[in-house]
């Protein structure tokens, strides 16, 4: 055989049972490598971020796949650590040399199917349920500098609101916005998704805009998964 | 916003024009490589009729200091702005004689065809009698621009080409990077130009009177200017969290005077190449 049809052969060959073997983790499993390159730019910024929360989010890639139950696992050759994943599929993500360094994979723990990670950013959740107008646009600020030194594409948006998005079985969702004057107003609940690009556009949010430099309270009776900044 | 950077092979050696990989970020001593083996289909030499089959090492290695090895090229990302790389960057430019292109790191020694030439091909070779470009270490810097985390806009100065080490070349591309084409399988797309002064350009295309009374082929004296564009698409497919299948397809077009040279057979041609590589 001519030495280059055997090196093709070869190739081939060393391929199907590489493909073979791969077949059992299928599209259940994401590089360790790839999600820390992704994950350690918000570690990296210098920025003001005390009001910001990081998470790794996993997002399956086939709509309708729930993640309930379900956990990630970190594993490499020496090393496995279990990481739970809340209702939005997010969890804090580890930032390991040794898990780097040995190329560890992170797997789903079950219902294996195509996912992807995503870095996600969102502002921190108050225990009283109770957010100043300005403390909110403040941490919007906060994630639109993170989102520009991240995305040059980004110098030209600017803070439009923020989301909070709940649980489905967070019960009657009761938001409102309180006035110095003391008006208030009940801030309706729609459905949509918790961040862009998310499959899930079912889950009950609402949505606060700003409006200048107003001076009011966002009140919220029930603890939400994610309050998430809006940029436009 | 954020959409997932998996940018790792976004360039893996064995491209004709030298493209950095993308800026790295890991932990302090740690290091990202890859290694491998596979086929590589080109033209024997820029502007060549004829293409042959060569076997295609592999090797990409980035260190947390940001210094690369990438194919041919290694260089070191000093930007600690993830929407802009830039650093130094030393090429090495394979050897160039009647046989085509070879030399390097890309395998000179285990370059082969798997198609016969015909006798008058060999006869018909433009580049017997020329006088071989040698092997050379070409030195510049590269800057790179990302307009979105997926989008790049790439720019490579390098010097020191051609025999008499004076030759330069200017790559600019744009790079859309790391579409996922599903589970495990990213497509990268580039384009981009070539330009070069006019040393460059007598190095690999010109005929001096010398080269002429030997090789037959006319005088000619080209001028710097654009050299060549080109088209890549580059696919990859990570079949484990450590076995990685890259292919990449790339048409290149001569243009200017480069085009024009009586060393030239066929202005257009195409470089495929696939490659298996491991993850260390």
């Known amino acids: 055989m001519p030495p280059a049809r055997h090196l093709a052969a070869s190739c081939l060959l060393t391929l199907s049972a590489l493909g073979a073997g791969a077949g059992a983790h299928a599209a259940d499993w994401v590089s360790y490598r790839d999600a820390y390159r992704a994950m350690v730019v918000f570690e990296k910024y210098g920025g003001p971020k005390h009001q910001l929360q990081h998470h790794l989010q996993v997002v399956p890639l086939e709509k309708g796949v729930s993640l309930e139950g379900v956990q990630l696992t970190l594993a490499g050759k020496a090393n496995q650590v279990n990481l ?23 797997y789903l723990g079950r ?73 208030d107003q009940a801030l309706a609940p729609l459905p949509g998704p918790a961040f862009q690009g998310d499959p899930d556009e079912g889950l009950p ?28 | 916003m954020n959409k997932f950077p998996a940018l790792a092979l976004a360039v893996l050696s064995g491209s004709a024009a030298a493209q950095t990989p993308a800026t790295n970020p ?21 502007g060549a009729r004829h293409s042959e089959r060569k076997a295609l090492p592999v090797l990409q290695v980035q260190w947390s200091n940001g210094v690369f090895v990438s194919g041919m090229s290694a260089g070191m990302h000093l930007s600690r702005d993830p929407r802009l790389e830039y650093g130094p960057l030393v090429e090495l430019q394979r050897r160039r004689d009647d046989a085509g292109l070879g030399g390097g790191i890309d395998g000179v020694q285990a370059r082969y065809s798997v198609v016969s030439l015909l006798s008058a091909d ?8 020329m006088t071989p470009v040698a092997t050379r270490l070409l030195g510049g810097g590269f800057l790179n621009y990302y307009l979105t985390p997926d989008w790049r806009l790439t720019g490579n100065l390098l010097a020191g080409a051609g025999n008499g080490r004076d030759g330069v070349r200017l790559d600019l591309g744009v790079q859309r990077l790391a579409m996922q084409a599903g589970p495990h399988h990213q ?25 002429s009374l030997r090789s037959g082929n006319p005088v000619y004296r080209p001028d710097g200017g654009l050299k060549d564009a080109y088209l890549g698409l580059r696919w990859n497919w990570a079949l484990t969290p450590s076995w990685m299948l890259t292919s990449h397809l790339q048409v290149k077009r001569l ?16 470089t495929v190449s696939t490659a298996i590589a491991y993850r260390f």
């Open chain 1, 111 to 183: 219902k294996p199917g195509a996912f992807t990670v995503r870095p996600r950013v969102s502002l921190q959740p108050q225990a009283d349920g109770v957010y100043d107008a300005a403390q909110l646009r403040a941490g919007c600020q906060q994630a639109l500098g993170f989102a520009r030194y991240a995305d040059a594409s980004m110098g030209a948006r600017e803070c439009g609101g923020v989301r909070f998005v709940f649980a489905r079985r967070a019960g009657d969702i009761a938001v409102r916005l309180h006035r110095p004057d003391g008006a």
């Open chain 2, 255 to 270: 243009a200017g005077d480069a085009r024009h040279s009586p060393l030239v057979e066929r202005p257009t041609n195409p």
């Open chain 2, 122 to 129: 060999v006869r018909d070779n433009r580049l017997s009698g």
């Open chain 1, 84 to 106: 739970a994943l809340d209702a939005l599929g997010r969890t804090a993500f580890p930032l390991l040399k040794a898990a780097y360094d040995e190329n560890a994979a992170l």
């Open chain 1, 205 to 232: 949010t609402v949505v606060y805009r700003f409006a200048g430099a107003e001076r009011a309270q966002v009140i919220s009776a029930n603890v939400p998964l994610a309050i998430v900044p809006l940029f436009e």
């Open chain 2, 187 to 211: 497509v990268s797309v580039a384009a981009g130009l070539g330009l070069v002064n006019a040393a460059y350009n007598r190095a690999f295309f010109g005929v001096s009177e010398l080269d």
């Open chain 2, 26 to 46: 890991m932990p302090d001593g740690s290091r990202d490589m890859y290694v491998g083996l596979g086929l590589v289909s080109a033209a024997r030499y820029e």
